[in-house]
């Protein structure tokens, strides 16, 4: 069951529809489903919906929600060649052919324009033992979101079988590089569907970009920008576009990350002579400064409470996470395995970290109990850098190496399922993975 | 290899360079207004010792204190990392300390019950209540005449209803080295079953039955092998381990669950009536252990 490796059919639908997606395709990433993991994955059969003579050029909605359902790791969609029939209707459902096959749940649907512009997909889910039905829905979709409610049924899916939140209607921003460290180098900050699917460009540069972090609304980034010659925190509107340069002071400007509420934006400025977290208030872009050491003070992320700062030093001799009570500016060591953690992020629940740490001299992905203090790797790749995580907190996204090239995978937070994102158009680089994109509407 | 702090140290001279050029521009950047917060580190003045140097101080003796400056500030920074870690070490040993006193306390508190309730005769072996209903987690019970104590695991595994680490059994308090060697044994063939090495596993389950014959975790390694075979779809051989837990073991903690399972494999097996059978007796030998609840729940998904 190892090492199961499975090119899903990187749905290739581009140019040929032009009215069915944005426009400018840039080179969206493809999926390969390294590890599954699981040994008894929910099996569940995705009909393809009925799509009418006007949505016949629309790509397939079950082949994407299958897709997504099998990233998870957690469910075995039946093949479409394996099926006995085709229902889209409820009548047209006969449970013991799909308990013949050994499926749990069937989801049926169908698509229709709705006359003003947009359209209209109503979808069942059954639990084919009972047979009953478990979720009637339906969602209304412009053109330019049909994979999104794609997603979005995939979401409800998961989240009724599972019982938790699902997050494949989500985005991510990463950076991709070409021909670095040449006279010809562009850098572009790139926007794409959690799958990897529709990327867009957001920024493009012949400087560096680093360092994306989301808004928790999800409207927003931020990012680091070389663009000017040296570096500048810079917050940018995803829809509109429209960019601010929030700093650009003297010395080093990085790794920002917008407080839980999203207003406050705490970085990292060496303006003073050495690199010290500090914290903007977004509306009167007043700033604070929050450490004061004389070794380096780096990468601050925040508790989701957002009553403390984690933040990497080296103040104990070695790059260790430590974190900071907001209120009296007490100063706490978190991790002790190792001798290099870095970049951590806190999860939902306040209990857990994940980090980067390095293990016989190789950077892995690692998740931390820290009233345990118990330290597993998830990784099995090297290099890995730049965690980020999944807002339901079941999976994360990083940054890591293969061939050479920089890449994209994901891991569940147990580590058993694992997924590339590799890129052939250039080096991928730090992933953020945004907050819930929210649903869309039905008319 | 380009790493965060490498990175840093970069953008330090870069920040620097550049500055001095545009530190024009930098200026006018620079009026962003700035709290500082009462910060706990004292600050370490650097720049201070630039000045005087006009005062008569040799660039040399400048120099000198600089470097001696950096000397020090590497060995507070070490010494501060050596602190942190042997305070991290002594919670860790105080936590620690605390739990075993806790844990000896619970299995002098369990001696004392058991003696009090056997007249402090005779250490019949008889299956406690506690065992049946709470498999594997919970009480001190009294098995093959030894004490035996499981705990709790310590394993923070999201899925611990289930983990096989969760309730390893803990040899009686006299353990020689052999136990130790027989603990480890078992540790091992667990340990590759969670690292989902299972033909290992299974090897490893099957050496720790033959070397300790009559051992404490054979129960225990018997159930893992069913479960094992399960995991590799060879249901006649994990029928036979799980029947191994209910003959030989009869008072073990897992017999509910072997019950369970064996139900299950009979029905994988397509002997719906045996496989009733082994799910009922599980209802009502140990209504109220988990494993009741999972019979409870295929039988009616059988149905």
Not at chain 1, 52 to 64: S, V
Not at chain 1, 97 to 120: K, M, P, Q, S
Not at chain 2, 47 to 64: F, H, I, N
Not at chain 2, 167 to 195: C, F, T, V, W
Request: charged letters at 20%.
């Amino acid at each position: 069951m190892k090492q199961l490796l499975r090119t899903l059919a990187p749905i290739l639908v581009v140019g040929l529809l032009g009215g069915w997606m944005l426009a400018a395709q840039a080179e969206s990433l493809d999926t390969i489903i390294i590890d599954k993991g699981y040994d008894k994955q929910t099996k569940i059969a995705v009909v393809p919906f009925l799509q009418g003579a006007d949505l016949n050029g629309a790509p397939p909605l079950a082949d994407i929600i299958s897709a997504d359902l099998a990233r998870s790791g957690q469910f075995a969609p039946l093949e479409q060649g394996n099926m006995l029939s085709y229902p889209t209707d409820r009548k047209q459902v006969f449970f013991r052919d799909w308990r013949i096959l050994g499926v749990e749940y069937l989801l049926i649907g169908r698509g229709r324009a709705n006359g003003r512009g947009g359209f209209t997909v109503d979808y069942q889910l059954f639990d084919v033992f009972n047979e009953r039905e478990v979720v009637a829905a339906a969602v209304s979709p412009s053109a330019d979101q049909w994979r999104s409610a794609a997603h979005q049924i995939a979401d409800k899916v998961y989240e009724s079988i599972t019982g938790i939140r699902g997050a494949f209607n989500t985005k991510i921003v990463y950076v991709l590089g070409e021909n670095a460290a040449k006279s010809n180098a562009t850098y572009a900050l790139e926007i794409a569907d959690a799958d990897g699917a529709q990327a867009r460009n957001l920024f493009l540069s012949d400087q560096p970009i680093m360092s994306p972090t989301w808004a928790p609304d999800g409207q927003q980034v931020a990012y680091v920008s070389f663009e000017t010659g040296r570096p500048a925190i810079m917050l940018q509107n995803i829809k509109t576009g429209a960019r601010e340069q929030l700093t650009a002071f003297k010395g080093i400007n990085s790794s920002p990350v917008f407080s839980p509420d999203g207003k406050q934006i705490a970085m990292v400025l060496s303006r003073d002579g050495n690199p010290e977290i500090y914290v903007m208030s977004l509306a009167d872009r007043r700033l604070r400064r929050i450490t004061r050491h004389h070794s380096i003070d780096t990468e601050p992320s925040w508790s989701p409470d957002g009553k403390h700062l984690l933040f990497t030093s080296d103040r104990g001799g070695k790059p260790q996470i430590y974190q900071l009570d907001m209120a009296n500016n007490f100063v706490e060591r978190l991790t002790f395995e190792g001798d290099y953690n870095a970049r951590a992020r806190m999860l939902e629940d306040g209990k857990h970290l994940i980090f980067v740490h390095r293990r016989n001299g190789v950077f892995h992905i690692a998740w931390m109990d820290i009233e345990r203090d118990d330290v597993r790797v998830l990784t099995s790749t090297s290099l890995d850098e730049s965690p980020s995580l999944a807002p339901n907190g079941s999976m994360l996204i990083y940054a890591t190496q293969s061939q050479g090239k920089g890449i994209l995978a994901v891991v569940s937070m147990d580590g058993r399922v694992k997924y590339r994102l590799p890129s052939s158009a250039g080096d991928v680089r730090e992933p953020a993975w945004s907050p819930y994109m929210g649903d869309l509407g039905t008319r | 290899m380009i790493r965060i702090f490498n990175t840093a140290l970069r953008h330090v001279a870069l920040g620097t360079l550049v500055g001095a050029s545009f530190s024009l521009s930098a200026c006018a950047v620079a009026a962003v207004p700035v709290e500082e917060s009462t910060g706990r580190g004292a600050a370490t003045a650097v720049q201070p010792l630039a000045q005087p140097a006009s005062g008569g101080v040799s660039t040399a003796r400048l120099s000198e204190l600089y470097f001696q400056l950096q000397t020090l500030q590497q060995e507070v920074q070490d010494l501060r990392g050596l602190v942190e870690e042997q305070a991290h070490q002594l919670s860790r040993l105080r936590k620690d300390q605390k739990s075993q006193y806790l844990d000896l306390d619970r299995r002098m508190q369990g001696v004392a019950g058991v003696a009090r309730s056997s007249g402090g005769a005779t250490r019949a072996p008889a299956r406690t209540p506690t065992q049946a209903t709470n498999p594997g987690v919970g009480q001190p019970a009294l098995r093959d005449g030894e004490l035996y104590v499981p705990v709790p695991g310590s394993d923070s595994g999201s899925n611990a209803g289930t983990d096989p680490g969760a309730n390893n059994p803990q040899p009686a308090a006299n353990s020689g080295a052999a136990d130790a060697k027989e603990r480890k044994a078992y540790s091992d063939a667990i340990g590759l079953m969670k690292a989902r090495q299972f033909d290992q596993s299974i090897l490893a389950f099957n050496r720790l039955v033959v070397d300790y014959p009559g051992g404490s975790y054979n129960g225990h390694a018997f159930y893992w092998l069913g479960e094992l075979y399960l995991a590799k779809s060879n249901d006649a051989k994990a029928r036979q381990q799980f029947v191994q837990v209910i003959d030989l073991y009869p008072n073990h903690a897992k017999v509910p669950d072997a019950l369970y399972k064996i139900g299950v494999v009979y029905h994988r097996q397509g002997d719906k009536d045996r496989a009733l059978q082994y799910l009922n007796r599980v209802r009502g030998e140990f209504a109220n252990s988990n494993a009741a609840k999972l019979a409870a729940d295929y039988a009616k998904e059988m149905q």
